[in-house]
Nanobody, 122 residues
Framework: QVQLVESGGGLVQAGSSLRLSCAAS????????LGWFRQAPGKGRQFLAG????????DYRDFVKGRFTISRDNANNTVYLQMNSLKPEDTAVYYC???????????????WGQGTQVTVSS
């Protein structure tokens, strides 16, 4: 089973940037890709972006394109989410998630970390 630990959340002002990290252990046999989701209070969980370990292919929701960038560091089994120009509506708990099988585009993830809180003040 892949273990996922997120970090990098915090309280920032609107317009700021944050980089979230997701450290994965147990990857070699159980992970095709990692992705990022978020859940704001009273709302459902939203897919944001995903990337494969093998070739770094990416998949983004339209509303984050141009502001958020997903990347991975295979040597350290870590995936990042760089978030720029943050807005108050980006306030949410951000989760890293594991995807065991292709294709990346079906956005079916099967295991989530505990999450990291991001709060953006106006």
């Amino acid at each position: 089973q892949v273990q996922l630990v997120e970090s990098g959340g915090g309280l920032v002002q609107a317009g700021s940037s944050l980089r979230l990290s997701c450290a994965a252990s147990g990857r070699p046999f159980n992970s095709y890709a990692l992705g990022w989701f978020r859940q704001a209070p009273g709302k459902g969980r939203q897919f944001l972006a995903g990337t494969t370990w093998t070739d770094g292919s990416t998949d983004y929701r339209d509303f984050v394109k141009g502001r958020f960038t997903i990347s991975r560091d295979n040597a350290n089994n870590t995936v990042y989410l760089q978030m720029n120009s943050l807005k108050p509506e980006d306030t949410a708990v951000y989760y890293c998630a594991n995807k065991r099988r292709p294709p990346l585009s079906d956005r079916l993830y099967d295991y989530w970390g505990q999450g990291t809180q991001v709060t953006v003040s106006s």
